[in-house]
């Protein structure tokens, strides 16, 4: 009876938190005047200055006749390079400025919204693996007949892996400010979108094993 009390108070705790992470995946942008411009503010402070010469940078002129002239030309071309070196220095070693001075507690949250999305999909993925594991070893040591639902229940995580991994895609996403590697890997981009797949039926799971218990017992 505690254990099945346990569960029950499992299910209701993922769910929620599933729940409050969905809401505030798509919600959340909408709380802030201007979400894309929020990002991009943060990327171009996070990408450092840029050094590209806002003028072109003179080169050597092979067609000088005149020592006077090529001299100057050579100084001239020495000193634009030095004063180049000298601001590429200068802007490397300039401190960096951090998420957390450019942005509110909250602006922080949403500008990490993908990244906290994606850790509490690991988490339920986690928790999936230990509750079908761990629940029906407890089951099996109480009941060694129950060893055909332990079975069961690992060949229905399979194929709902599986299916998830059928569903994703490999396509890259537009994300804004984003310059990594992580967006054009297709294997990558396959694991993230099942993970996303897996999390979403879980959730969807959770919530309908919610219900059903609810339902079921009313009409006790």
């Known amino acids: 009876m505690a254990f099945s009390k346990l569960t029950k108070i499992i299910l209701w705790v993922v769910a929620g938190i599933s729940l409050i992470v969905v809401l505030f995946f798509y919600i959340g942008p909408k709380t802030v005047g201007d979400y894309d ?78 990244d906290i999305a994606l850790m509490w999909a690991y988490i339920l993925i986690l928790i999936t693996l230990i509750a079908a594991i761990a629940f029906p070893l407890v089951a099996v040591i109480s009941n060694p007949k129950a060893l055909i639902r332990l ?42 979108d099942t993970v996303l797949f897996v999390t979403y039926m879980l959730f969807g799971l959770a919530l309908g094993s919610i219900l059903y218990a609810i339902t079921s017992k009313a009409f006790k």
């Open 37 to 114: 411009a929020l990002v991009d503010r943060v990327d171009d402070a996070l990408a450092g200055v840029d050094i590209t010469p806002l003028a072109p940078m003179p080169v050597i002129d092979t067609s000088l006749t005149d020592s006077i002239a090529i001299a100057e030309n050579i100084a001239a071309v020495q000193q634009a390079e030095e004063e180049h070196l000298a601001a590429a220095t200068a802007a490397a070693e300039a401190p960096q400025k951090t998420v957390k001075e450019l942005t509110t507690g909250w602006e922080a949250l949403l500008y990490f919204r993908t």
């Open 151 to 192: 079975l069961i229940v690992l060949a229905g995580f399979a194929v709902l892996v599986v299916v998830s991994y059928l569903l994703a895609s490999d396509t890259a996403m537009e994300i804004i400010g984003y310059d990594g590697t992580g967006n054009t890997d297709p294997g990558t981009l396959k694991m993230v």
